[in-house]
């Protein structure tokens, strides 16, 4: 009995200090997200629709998109990546130090649908401001997911998977690089 309480004691002193950890490496991070945002002298390379999308996702989308990347020193930031769909679109940021990514924030914003008088679903009106239904923030450590909080859904596929967030970047980061030489 005397050896179950020790192991649940260390069990729970690791649970402790793991959370504690995490939370010090999210304020850091945190911190590094504020520094680049408060930047003003980033250098900033904007490609439109074509020049990344068949790299990234293999197509291109029906209200195009752009991928902005931000350097500061010559290294990689932050990008920022916008795709527009006929329902809306999402808005991508990611944040890099030292080449590897440390934070994701995520949006997808729908416009409202627009009903005939038959209750028919005719199409989005993209004259009113849309509506936020997914925002997701992803913090990594060492390239490993620490914490993910999200709130709404996605309303459709946005051509890869959380799991395959990391590789995405590295590729996007890559597309940018190679633009800026």
């Known amino acids: 009995m005397r050896n179950i309480q020790l192991f649940i004691g ?7 200090g793991t959370s504690q950890n995490t939370n010090e490496i999210i304020l850091k991070i945190r911190s590094e997200f504020q520094r680049i945002n408060s930047l003003n002298q980033l250098e900033k390379i904007e490609l439109d629709n074509e020049d990344f999308m068949n790299e990234l996702y293999g197509h291109t989308t029906d ?3 752009q991928l902005i990347g931000y350097f500061e020193n010559g290294q990689l ?4 990546e916008w795709i527009g769909l006929h ?3 999402f808005t991508t940021e990611y944040y890099f130090k030292n080449n590897k990514l440390f934070f994701v924030y995520d ?3 729908m416009f409202k649908s627009v009903y005939d008088e038959s209750g028919e ?11 936020t239904i997914f925002e997701g923030r992803y913090y990594f450590d060492n390239t490993k997911l620490i914490k993910k909080l999200t709130k709404g859904s996605h309303l459709s596929n946005r051509g890869y998977e ?10 996007a980061s890559k597309i940018l690089k190679s633009t800026k030489k």
């Open 162 to 171: 959380l799991s395959k967030i990391l590789e995405h970047s590295n590729l």
């Open 107 to 109: 949006q997808e914003k």
């Open 121 to 131: 679903w005719m199409n989005f009106d993209t004259s009113l401001e849309p509506e």
């Open 10 to 16: 260390l069990l729970f002193i690791s649970f402790i």
């Open 87 to 89: 329902h809306g679109y």
């Open 77 to 80: 930031v932050k990008y920022t």
């Open 63 to 65: 209200s195009g998109g």
